[in-house]
Protein backbone atom coordinates (compact mmCIF):
# COMPACT_ATOMS: atom_id res chain seq x y z
CA UNK A 1 0.00 0.00 0.00
CA UNK A 2 1.66 3.47 -1.35
CA UNK A 3 -0.69 5.56 0.32
CA UNK A 4 -2.81 4.94 3.73
CA UNK A 5 -6.02 6.21 2.07
CA UNK A 6 -7.58 8.47 4.93
CA UNK A 7 -10.22 11.19 5.03
CA UNK A 8 -9.58 14.67 6.43
CA UNK A 9 -11.58 17.46 7.68
CA UNK A 10 -10.51 20.74 6.39
CA UNK A 11 -14.38 22.75 7.10
CA UNK A 12 -13.09 26.26 8.02
CA UNK A 13 -9.17 25.03 7.96
CA UNK A 14 -6.54 27.05 6.18
CA UNK A 15 -5.21 25.89 3.00
CA UNK A 16 -2.48 27.56 0.67
CA UNK A 17 -3.14 26.75 -3.46
CA UNK A 18 0.38 27.96 -4.89
CA UNK A 19 -0.63 28.47 -9.02
CA UNK A 20 -3.58 29.65 -10.27
CA UNK A 21 -4.34 27.92 -13.58
CA UNK A 22 -6.58 25.74 -14.96
CA UNK A 23 -5.52 22.72 -12.86
CA UNK A 24 -5.05 24.76 -9.35
CA UNK A 25 -8.77 26.12 -10.18
CA UNK A 26 -9.74 22.03 -10.12
CA UNK A 27 -7.85 21.46 -7.21
CA UNK A 28 -9.73 24.85 -5.27
CA UNK A 29 -12.97 23.77 -6.51
CA UNK A 30 -12.44 20.32 -4.11
CA UNK A 31 -11.19 22.09 -1.38
CA UNK A 32 -14.23 24.75 -1.71
CA UNK A 33 -16.32 21.54 -1.45
CA UNK A 34 -14.50 20.43 1.47
CA UNK A 35 -15.43 24.04 3.23
CA UNK A 36 -11.52 25.15 3.70
CA UNK A 37 -10.30 28.40 3.66
CA UNK A 38 -8.27 29.33 0.68
CA UNK A 39 -5.41 31.11 -0.09
CA UNK A 40 -3.79 31.21 -3.19
CA UNK A 41 -0.23 32.65 -4.07
CA UNK A 42 0.90 33.44 -7.75
CA UNK A 43 2.20 36.39 -10.25
CA UNK A 44 -1.04 35.33 -12.73
CA UNK A 45 -4.36 35.06 -11.80
CA UNK A 46 -6.39 32.66 -14.48
CA UNK A 47 -9.93 33.38 -15.35
CA UNK A 48 -11.28 30.54 -13.77
CA UNK A 49 -9.37 31.17 -9.86
CA UNK A 50 -10.95 35.04 -10.08
CA UNK A 51 -14.28 33.65 -10.91
CA UNK A 52 -13.65 31.44 -7.54
CA UNK A 53 -12.06 34.24 -6.14
CA UNK A 54 -15.62 36.26 -6.24
CA UNK A 55 -18.04 33.43 -5.73
CA UNK A 56 -16.02 31.59 -2.63
CA UNK A 57 -14.16 34.72 -1.06
CA UNK A 58 -10.30 33.32 -1.73
CA UNK A 59 -7.85 35.01 -0.23
CA UNK A 60 -5.61 35.77 -3.48
CA UNK A 61 -1.66 36.97 -3.36
CA UNK A 62 -0.93 38.13 -6.81
CA UNK A 63 3.10 37.63 -6.20
CA UNK A 64 5.66 34.91 -6.70
CA UNK A 65 5.86 32.17 -3.40
CA UNK A 66 8.60 33.20 -0.52
CA UNK A 67 9.16 30.31 2.17
CA UNK A 68 7.75 32.90 4.47
CA UNK A 69 4.44 32.17 2.93
CA UNK A 70 4.25 28.32 4.00
CA UNK A 71 2.63 29.05 7.81
CA UNK A 72 -0.53 27.73 9.48
CA UNK A 73 -1.67 26.20 6.67
CA UNK A 74 -3.55 22.51 7.69
CA UNK A 75 -2.60 21.47 3.58
CA UNK A 76 -0.97 23.34 0.74
CA UNK A 77 -1.00 22.62 -2.77
CA UNK A 78 1.88 23.59 -5.70
CA UNK A 79 -0.05 23.48 -9.11
CA UNK A 80 2.76 25.42 -10.54
CA UNK A 81 4.53 24.67 -14.22
CA UNK A 82 8.01 25.57 -12.62
CA UNK A 83 9.39 22.89 -11.09
CA UNK A 84 11.53 24.60 -8.79
CA UNK A 85 8.72 26.60 -7.31
CA UNK A 86 7.12 22.69 -6.90
CA UNK A 87 10.69 21.88 -5.27
CA UNK A 88 10.84 24.71 -2.78
CA UNK A 89 6.90 24.43 -1.99
CA UNK A 90 7.11 20.55 -1.30
CA UNK A 91 10.85 20.80 0.60
CA UNK A 92 9.61 24.04 3.22
CA UNK A 93 6.00 22.07 3.56
CA UNK A 94 7.90 18.55 4.80
CA UNK A 95 10.19 20.57 6.96
CA UNK A 96 7.57 22.09 9.18
CA UNK A 97 5.02 18.77 8.21
CA UNK A 98 2.49 20.22 6.35
CA UNK A 99 0.50 17.95 4.16
CA UNK A 100 1.77 18.59 0.45
CA UNK A 101 0.65 17.53 -2.71
CA UNK A 102 2.63 18.79 -6.42
CA UNK A 103 0.13 18.18 -8.61
CA UNK A 104 1.62 15.81 -11.10
CA UNK A 105 4.44 15.12 -9.09
CA UNK A 106 3.89 11.92 -6.92
CA UNK A 107 7.82 12.21 -5.62
CA UNK A 108 7.29 15.55 -3.90
CA UNK A 109 3.76 15.08 -2.30
CA UNK A 110 3.20 13.80 1.13
CA UNK A 111 -0.85 13.07 -0.13
CA UNK A 112 -2.42 13.22 -3.57
CA UNK A 113 -5.86 13.39 -4.67
CA UNK A 114 -7.96 10.29 -5.28
CA UNK A 115 -10.80 10.39 -8.21
CA UNK A 116 -13.81 11.22 -5.96
CA UNK A 117 -17.57 9.58 -5.38
CA UNK A 118 -19.42 12.16 -3.98
CA UNK A 119 -22.83 11.31 -2.65
CA UNK A 120 -22.12 13.45 0.13
CA UNK A 121 -22.15 12.09 2.98
CA UNK A 122 -21.48 8.76 1.59
CA UNK A 123 -17.52 9.76 -0.09
CA UNK A 124 -15.34 7.14 -2.15
CA UNK A 125 -12.41 7.47 -3.48
CA UNK A 126 -10.13 5.86 -5.98
CA UNK A 127 -6.14 6.18 -6.31
CA UNK A 128 -3.47 4.40 -8.22
CA UNK A 129 -1.10 5.77 -5.78
CA UNK A 130 0.05 8.57 -9.15
CA UNK A 131 1.05 5.42 -11.15
CA UNK A 132 -2.22 5.70 -13.19
CA UNK A 133 -4.60 8.77 -12.79
CA UNK A 134 -6.55 7.88 -15.93
CA UNK A 135 -7.09 4.45 -14.91
CA UNK A 136 -7.97 6.05 -11.47
CA UNK A 137 -10.93 8.29 -12.87
CA UNK A 138 -12.47 5.45 -15.23
CA UNK A 139 -12.42 3.32 -12.17
CA UNK A 140 -14.50 6.22 -10.42
CA UNK A 141 -16.55 6.26 -13.57
CA UNK A 142 -17.60 3.11 -13.05
CA UNK A 143 -18.38 3.09 -9.44
CA UNK A 144 -20.39 6.42 -9.99
CA UNK A 145 -22.66 4.19 -12.12
CA UNK A 146 -23.95 1.91 -10.11
CA UNK A 147 -24.23 4.26 -6.98
CA UNK A 148 -26.83 6.25 -7.39
CA UNK A 149 -26.56 9.79 -5.83
CA UNK A 150 -29.64 8.84 -3.74
CA UNK A 151 -27.28 7.38 -1.27
CA UNK A 152 -26.36 10.33 0.00
CA UNK A 153 -30.24 10.93 0.83
CA UNK A 154 -30.27 7.40 2.57
CA UNK A 155 -27.34 8.11 4.54
CA UNK A 156 -29.09 11.32 5.94
CA UNK A 157 -32.47 8.73 6.82
CA UNK A 158 -29.47 7.15 9.10
CA UNK A 159 -28.13 9.76 10.55
CA UNK A 160 -31.36 11.05 11.94
CA UNK A 161 -32.72 7.82 13.29
CA UNK A 162 -29.41 6.77 14.65
CA UNK A 163 -29.15 7.70 18.14
CA UNK A 164 -32.89 5.86 18.19
CA UNK A 165 -32.35 2.68 16.76
CA UNK A 166 -29.10 2.59 19.43
CA UNK A 167 -31.28 3.51 22.16
CA UNK A 168 -34.01 0.78 21.24
CA UNK A 169 -31.15 -2.25 20.10
CA UNK A 170 -28.44 -2.12 22.75
CA UNK A 171 -26.61 -5.50 21.32
CA UNK A 172 -24.30 -3.93 18.50
CA UNK A 173 -24.14 -7.22 16.64
CA UNK A 174 -28.10 -6.72 16.27
CA UNK A 175 -28.11 -3.04 15.23
CA UNK A 176 -25.40 -4.13 12.32
CA UNK A 177 -27.85 -6.88 11.21
CA UNK A 178 -30.83 -4.35 11.66
CA UNK A 179 -28.80 -1.76 9.70
CA UNK A 180 -28.29 -4.06 6.78
CA UNK A 181 -31.66 -5.10 5.97
CA UNK A 182 -32.90 -1.27 6.15
CA UNK A 183 -30.06 -0.56 3.62
CA UNK A 184 -30.91 -3.59 1.43
CA UNK A 185 -34.66 -3.63 1.64
CA UNK A 186 -38.02 -1.66 1.03
CA UNK A 187 -36.99 1.64 2.93
CA UNK A 188 -34.01 1.79 0.89
CA UNK A 189 -35.98 1.22 -2.55
CA UNK A 190 -38.36 4.29 -0.98
CA UNK A 191 -35.60 6.53 -0.37
CA UNK A 192 -34.09 5.72 -4.28
CA UNK A 193 -37.80 6.58 -5.98
CA UNK A 194 -38.17 9.59 -3.82
CA UNK A 195 -40.64 8.36 -1.11
CA UNK A 196 -38.71 9.97 2.03
CA UNK A 197 -41.60 10.16 3.95
CA UNK A 198 -43.19 6.83 3.75
CA UNK A 199 -39.55 5.66 3.94
CA UNK A 200 -39.40 7.04 7.76
CA UNK A 201 -42.54 5.19 8.16
CA UNK A 202 -41.34 1.87 7.30
CA UNK A 203 -38.05 2.59 9.09
CA UNK A 204 -39.90 3.12 12.46
CA UNK A 205 -41.94 0.45 11.83
CA UNK A 206 -39.56 -1.70 11.58
CA UNK A 207 -37.65 -0.36 14.71
CA UNK A 208 -41.22 -0.86 16.48
CA UNK A 209 -41.04 -4.90 15.79
CA UNK A 210 -37.20 -5.32 16.25
CA UNK A 211 -37.60 -4.27 20.02
CA UNK A 212 -39.13 -7.45 21.44
CA UNK A 213 -37.52 -9.51 18.79
CA UNK A 214 -34.50 -12.31 19.82
CA UNK A 215 -31.38 -12.27 17.86
CA UNK A 216 -31.40 -15.43 15.70
CA UNK A 217 -28.10 -17.01 14.49
CA UNK A 218 -27.25 -18.07 10.72
CA UNK A 219 -24.61 -20.74 8.96
CA UNK A 220 -23.71 -19.79 5.26
CA UNK A 221 -22.00 -23.02 3.86
CA UNK A 222 -19.93 -21.56 0.95
CA UNK A 223 -18.06 -22.68 -1.66
CA UNK A 224 -14.92 -20.74 -1.96
CA UNK A 225 -14.18 -22.58 -5.43
CA UNK A 226 -10.72 -24.09 -6.52
CA UNK A 227 -8.57 -20.47 -5.68
CA UNK A 228 -9.02 -17.51 -7.66
CA UNK A 229 -10.99 -14.77 -6.22
CA UNK A 230 -13.10 -13.72 -9.16
CA UNK A 231 -14.83 -17.65 -9.31
CA UNK A 232 -16.59 -16.83 -6.48
CA UNK A 233 -20.13 -16.53 -7.07
CA UNK A 234 -22.11 -13.40 -6.21
CA UNK A 235 -24.56 -15.28 -3.66
CA UNK A 236 -21.31 -16.07 -1.63
CA UNK A 237 -19.53 -12.54 -1.80
CA UNK A 238 -22.22 -10.69 -0.49
CA UNK A 239 -22.58 -13.34 2.65
CA UNK A 240 -19.06 -13.21 3.15
CA UNK A 241 -19.08 -9.40 3.50
CA UNK A 242 -22.46 -9.21 6.03
CA UNK A 243 -21.31 -12.26 8.00
CA UNK A 244 -19.76 -11.33 11.88
CA UNK A 245 -17.51 -14.32 11.75
CA UNK A 246 -15.85 -16.76 9.22
CA UNK A 247 -14.98 -20.01 9.58
CA UNK A 248 -11.94 -20.96 7.19
CA UNK A 249 -9.35 -23.64 5.95
CA UNK A 250 -6.18 -24.29 4.34
CA UNK A 251 -8.10 -24.44 0.91
CA UNK A 252 -9.04 -20.86 1.43
CA UNK A 253 -6.64 -18.34 -0.16
CA UNK A 254 -5.82 -15.67 1.66
CA UNK A 255 -6.98 -13.04 -1.36
CA UNK A 256 -10.63 -14.83 -1.02
CA UNK A 257 -10.38 -14.67 2.60
CA UNK A 258 -9.47 -10.89 2.14
CA UNK A 259 -12.56 -10.03 0.44
CA UNK A 260 -14.70 -10.87 3.81
CA UNK A 261 -16.10 -8.24 6.01
CA UNK A 262 -12.88 -6.33 7.49
CA UNK A 263 -14.54 -6.10 11.40
CA UNK A 264 -15.55 -9.97 10.90
CA UNK A 265 -14.09 -12.61 13.21
CA UNK A 266 -12.02 -14.95 11.47
CA UNK A 267 -11.38 -18.65 12.74
CA UNK A 268 -8.94 -20.73 11.24
CA UNK A 269 -9.79 -24.26 11.15
CA UNK A 270 -7.74 -25.85 8.61
CA UNK A 271 -7.66 -29.72 7.92
CA UNK A 272 -3.96 -30.75 6.66
CA UNK A 273 -2.83 -34.62 6.36
CA UNK A 274 -2.05 -35.95 10.23
CA UNK A 275 -2.28 -31.76 11.37
CA UNK A 276 -6.20 -31.17 12.45
CA UNK A 277 -6.32 -27.67 13.65
CA UNK A 278 -9.78 -29.26 15.29
CA UNK A 279 -11.62 -32.36 14.18
CA UNK A 280 -14.22 -32.55 11.85
CA UNK A 281 -16.95 -32.71 15.23
CA UNK A 282 -15.49 -29.75 16.74
CA UNK A 283 -16.29 -27.89 14.37
CA UNK A 284 -19.47 -28.89 13.61
CA UNK A 285 -19.82 -27.83 17.17
CA UNK A 286 -18.26 -24.69 16.80
CA UNK A 287 -20.61 -23.45 14.23
CA UNK A 288 -23.83 -24.29 16.46
CA UNK A 289 -22.28 -22.59 19.52
CA UNK A 290 -21.48 -19.46 17.23
CA UNK A 291 -24.90 -19.35 15.26
CA UNK A 292 -26.66 -19.87 18.68
CA UNK A 293 -24.64 -16.73 20.11
CA UNK A 294 -26.22 -14.47 17.64
CA UNK A 295 -23.93 -14.54 15.36
CA UNK A 296 -24.06 -14.85 11.28
CA UNK A 297 -21.04 -17.36 10.30
CA UNK A 298 -19.64 -18.37 6.86
CA UNK A 299 -18.07 -21.70 6.87
CA UNK A 300 -16.18 -20.48 3.71
CA UNK A 301 -14.62 -24.22 2.16
CA UNK A 302 -12.12 -24.37 -0.68
CA UNK A 303 -14.27 -25.90 -3.86
CA UNK A 304 -17.62 -27.03 -3.44
CA UNK A 305 -19.35 -27.53 -0.23
CA UNK A 306 -20.98 -30.87 -1.33
CA UNK A 307 -17.63 -32.11 -3.18
CA UNK A 308 -15.48 -33.67 -0.40
CA UNK A 309 -16.09 -30.81 1.93
CA UNK A 310 -17.76 -32.34 4.42
CA UNK A 311 -20.39 -29.83 4.26
CA UNK A 312 -22.80 -32.67 4.61
CA UNK A 313 -21.63 -33.44 8.16
CA UNK A 314 -22.24 -30.10 9.24
CA UNK A 315 -25.09 -29.22 8.18
CA UNK A 316 -26.44 -32.52 9.84
CA UNK A 317 -25.18 -31.21 13.23
CA UNK A 318 -27.34 -27.83 12.58
CA UNK A 319 -30.29 -29.74 11.40
CA UNK A 320 -30.63 -31.19 14.82
CA UNK A 321 -29.74 -28.57 16.53
CA UNK A 322 -32.46 -26.30 14.67
CA UNK A 323 -30.41 -24.06 13.76
CA UNK A 324 -30.99 -21.81 9.91
CA UNK A 325 -28.06 -22.50 7.52
CA UNK A 326 -27.88 -22.25 3.50
CA UNK A 327 -25.61 -24.15 1.12
CA UNK A 328 -23.97 -21.64 -1.62
CA UNK A 329 -22.32 -24.44 -3.95
CA UNK A 330 -19.14 -23.41 -5.22
CA UNK A 331 -16.79 -24.40 -8.44
CA UNK A 332 -15.24 -27.58 -7.31
CA UNK A 333 -11.83 -28.29 -8.02
CA UNK A 334 -11.98 -30.80 -10.78
CA UNK A 335 -14.18 -28.13 -12.63
CA UNK A 336 -12.19 -25.47 -12.42
CA UNK A 337 -8.67 -26.36 -12.21
CA UNK A 338 -9.28 -28.99 -15.43
CA UNK A 339 -10.40 -25.68 -16.95
CA UNK A 340 -7.95 -23.82 -16.29
CA UNK A 341 -5.03 -26.94 -17.20
CA UNK A 342 -6.83 -26.93 -20.53
CA UNK A 343 -8.10 -30.66 -19.82
CA UNK A 344 -11.44 -31.00 -20.61
CA UNK A 345 -13.19 -33.77 -18.30
CA UNK A 346 -15.24 -35.54 -20.77
CA UNK A 347 -14.76 -35.85 -24.87
CA UNK A 348 -16.43 -37.58 -27.58
CA UNK A 349 -12.58 -38.92 -28.40
CA UNK A 350 -11.70 -40.03 -24.91
CA UNK A 351 -13.99 -40.01 -21.97
CA UNK A 352 -17.87 -40.55 -21.87
CA UNK A 353 -17.80 -40.55 -17.84
CA UNK A 354 -15.93 -39.08 -15.06
CA UNK A 355 -15.40 -40.06 -11.61
CA UNK A 356 -14.25 -38.01 -8.48
CA UNK A 357 -13.03 -40.01 -5.75
CA UNK A 358 -10.87 -38.97 -3.01
CA UNK A 359 -7.08 -40.18 -2.48
CA UNK A 360 -7.09 -40.74 1.46
CA UNK A 361 -10.47 -41.68 3.26
CA UNK A 362 -11.23 -41.27 6.79
CA UNK A 363 -8.70 -43.93 7.79
CA UNK A 364 -5.90 -42.53 5.75
CA UNK A 365 -6.09 -45.28 3.80
CA UNK A 366 -6.79 -45.62 -0.08
CA UNK A 367 -9.25 -48.06 -0.66
CA UNK A 368 -10.93 -47.64 -3.96
CA UNK A 369 -12.54 -49.47 -6.61
CA UNK A 370 -9.44 -49.74 -8.55
CA UNK A 371 -11.61 -52.25 -11.20
CA UNK A 372 -14.13 -49.87 -12.13
CA UNK A 373 -11.40 -46.97 -12.11
CA UNK A 374 -9.47 -48.51 -14.48
CA UNK A 375 -11.78 -49.00 -17.03
CA UNK A 376 -11.35 -47.25 -20.33
CA UNK A 377 -13.05 -44.22 -21.89
CA UNK A 378 -13.41 -42.25 -18.90
CA UNK A 379 -11.53 -39.19 -16.60
CA UNK A 380 -10.73 -39.75 -13.29
CA UNK A 381 -10.44 -37.03 -10.88
CA UNK A 382 -8.57 -37.82 -7.24
CA UNK A 383 -8.56 -35.21 -4.51
CA UNK A 384 -6.27 -35.06 -2.10
CA UNK A 385 -3.96 -38.02 -3.35
CA UNK A 386 -0.28 -36.00 -3.56
CA UNK A 387 0.59 -38.29 -0.74
CA UNK A 388 -0.87 -41.78 -2.08
CA UNK A 389 -0.22 -40.94 -5.59
CA UNK A 390 2.47 -43.98 -6.03
CA UNK A 391 -0.21 -46.15 -4.87
CA UNK A 392 -2.32 -45.08 -6.89
CA UNK A 393 -0.70 -45.48 -9.93
CA UNK A 394 0.60 -48.77 -9.19
CA UNK A 395 -2.98 -50.18 -8.38
CA UNK A 396 -4.22 -48.59 -11.45
CA UNK A 397 -1.73 -50.63 -13.30
CA UNK A 398 -1.87 -53.33 -11.08
CA UNK A 399 -5.72 -53.86 -12.17
CA UNK A 400 -5.81 -53.38 -15.62
CA UNK A 401 -4.72 -49.57 -16.81
CA UNK A 402 -1.85 -49.19 -19.51
CA UNK A 403 1.40 -47.98 -17.68
CA UNK A 404 0.94 -45.21 -20.26
CA UNK A 405 -1.84 -43.69 -19.85
CA UNK A 406 -1.56 -40.25 -19.25
CA UNK A 407 -2.12 -38.68 -15.82
CA UNK A 408 -1.53 -34.61 -14.75
CA UNK A 409 -1.16 -33.23 -11.57
CA UNK A 410 -1.98 -30.02 -11.23
CA UNK A 411 -0.89 -27.49 -8.20
CA UNK A 412 -2.88 -24.41 -6.68
CA UNK A 413 -4.86 -24.31 -9.69
CA UNK A 414 -6.79 -21.48 -11.29
CA UNK A 415 -4.41 -19.42 -9.50
CA UNK A 416 -1.01 -17.41 -10.94
CA UNK A 417 0.70 -20.34 -8.79
CA UNK A 418 -1.00 -22.90 -10.82
CA UNK A 419 1.79 -25.64 -12.08
CA UNK A 420 0.49 -28.76 -14.23
CA UNK A 421 2.95 -31.80 -14.86
CA UNK A 422 1.96 -34.54 -16.87
CA UNK A 423 2.96 -38.10 -17.60
CA UNK A 424 1.95 -41.65 -17.87
CA UNK A 425 0.98 -43.61 -14.76
CA UNK A 426 4.59 -45.23 -14.70
CA UNK A 427 6.65 -41.61 -15.08
CA UNK A 428 4.44 -39.43 -13.10
CA UNK A 429 5.91 -40.75 -9.75
CA UNK A 430 9.92 -40.38 -10.98
CA UNK A 431 9.40 -37.12 -12.26
CA UNK A 432 7.41 -35.58 -9.32
CA UNK A 433 10.02 -37.10 -6.63
CA UNK A 434 12.29 -34.47 -7.17
CA UNK A 435 9.74 -31.15 -7.47
CA UNK A 436 8.81 -28.91 -5.11
CA UNK A 437 4.88 -29.49 -4.70
CA UNK A 438 3.02 -27.43 -2.95
CA UNK A 439 -0.66 -28.42 -1.78
CA UNK A 440 -3.81 -27.84 -2.69
CA UNK A 441 -3.60 -30.48 -5.66
CA UNK A 442 -5.76 -32.37 -7.50
CA UNK A 443 -4.81 -35.16 -9.96
CA UNK A 444 -6.40 -36.04 -13.50
CA UNK A 445 -5.71 -39.10 -14.96
CA UNK A 446 -7.16 -40.38 -18.72
CA UNK A 447 -6.86 -39.73 -22.34
CA UNK A 448 -7.87 -36.51 -21.98
CA UNK A 449 -4.35 -35.10 -20.66
CA UNK A 450 -3.16 -35.48 -23.81
CA UNK A 451 -5.34 -32.29 -25.01
CA UNK A 452 -3.27 -29.90 -22.55
CA UNK A 453 -0.58 -28.67 -24.74
CA UNK A 454 -3.07 -28.11 -27.56
CA UNK A 455 -6.12 -26.69 -25.52
CA UNK A 456 -3.86 -25.30 -22.37
CA UNK A 457 -4.99 -21.16 -22.32
CA UNK A 458 -4.27 -20.06 -18.85
CA UNK A 459 -0.74 -18.97 -19.07
CA UNK A 460 0.57 -19.16 -15.20
CA UNK A 461 4.13 -17.93 -13.61
CA UNK A 462 4.84 -21.60 -13.46
CA UNK A 463 3.90 -24.67 -15.49
CA UNK A 464 5.46 -27.64 -16.59
CA UNK A 465 4.80 -30.06 -19.21
Known amino acids: MEYFPVFVNLKEQECLVVGAGEIAARKIELLVRAGAKITVIAREISAAVSSLQIDHKLTVLQKSFAPTDLRDFRLVVSATDNAETNKLVARIADKQNILVNVVDNPELCSFIFPAIIDRSPIIAAVSSGGAAPVLARLLRA ?50 FSGNEQEAEQQLVQALDKQKDSVSLGEVYLVGAGPGAPDLLTFRALRLMQQADVVVYDHL ?16 YV ?91 LKDNSINLNWT ?64 NIKPPTLIIIGTVVTLHDKLSWFHSSDTDA
Request: hydrophobic content about 40%; glycine content about 10%.
Open 372 to 435: QLAAPNQTIVIYMGLVGLEKICHSLIAHGSPKDLPIALIQQGTTTNQRVITGTLETLPVIIAGS
Open 252 to 267: VSPEILDLARRDSEKI
Open 270 to 360: GKQRQNHTLPQESINTLLADLAKAGKRVVRLKGGDPFIFGRGGEEIETLMQQGINFQVVPGITAASGCATYAGIPLTHRDHAQSCTFVTGH
Open 142 to 191: KIESIIPPAYGRLAHLAEKFRIDVKKHINEAAQRKIFWENIFQGSVAELI
